[in-house]
Every structure is written in C-alpha cells, then in structure tokens.
C-alpha cells in the first residue's frame, strides 16, 4: 500500500508558473502508474496527467504547458505546470495503480488528499 500526500497549491496569476509534488510512503513510487486529477467546485473529478515506466500522457488543454515527471530516489513525483490559465483552478490529486496508466479515475487504487490550486486572472 503506498500513501501519497500532494503539496505546491497556492494562489497565482493567470500566466505564473507552480509546481505540484506528490510524495509517497509506504511503497516506492516505481511500483506504480501515477496520475494527477483535478476537480473544480462543481464539476467531476478529471484526468489531467499520467506517468507509467514507459510512457507520459496529457490531457489535451494542458499538454504543451504541464510536465509531469519523476525523482525516485526522493520517492517523489512533479506536476510542472506553466502558463497556468484561470480554468486551471481546481484541487488537485495524485493517484496510485499498478500496472499501464489510466484516465479512469476508478481505476486508481490510492489517492492523496489534494492541494488547491487558484489561478486569478
């Protein structure tokens, strides 16, 4: 079982850049396929970014401007996101299954708390 816990949300302006981090403890991170979601107030849960061994996917209103990436000796994982736009804000999770990656949220067997992001145009 891994426990991932997310940081890095704050309020910015439209066209900052922030940085999300998902650390993880209880299981090394390699183990698994990673996601980031995000969810506005009123709206479903949705896909944003994964990362598996072989591969990273973006959704496409972030592609261009999110880079997700790896740190395996910290057990740690970034959400890079640049030219950050007011429909970006949302809180924002990191997920956990083994196997490929997904954009299914339902088939993520561990989820961070979340950490808001606000972006103010």
């Known amino acids: 079982q891994v426990n991932l816990v997310e940081s890095g949300g704050r309020v910015v302006q439209a066209g900052d850049s922030l940085t999300l981090t998902c650390d993880a403890n209880?299981?090394?991170?390699?183990?698994?396929?990673i996601g980031w979601f995000r969810q506005a107030p009123g709206k479903d849960r949705e896909f944003v970014a994964a990362i598996s061994w072989i591969t990273t996917v973006y959704e496409d209103s972030v592609k261009g401007r999110f880079t997700l990436s790896r740190d395996n000796a910290k057990n740690r994982l970034y959400l890079q996101m640049n030219n950050l736009k007011p429909e970006d804000t949302a809180a924002y999770y990191c997920?956990?299954?083994?196997?490929?990656?997904?954009?299914?949220?339902?088939?993520?067997?561990?989820w961070g708390q979340g950490t808001q992001v606000t972006v103010s145009s």
């Open positions: 209880g299981d090394t991170l390699r183990r698994y396929s």
């Open positions: 997920a956990a299954k083994r196997g490929g990656w997904s954009s299914r949220r339902g088939e993520y067997d561990y």
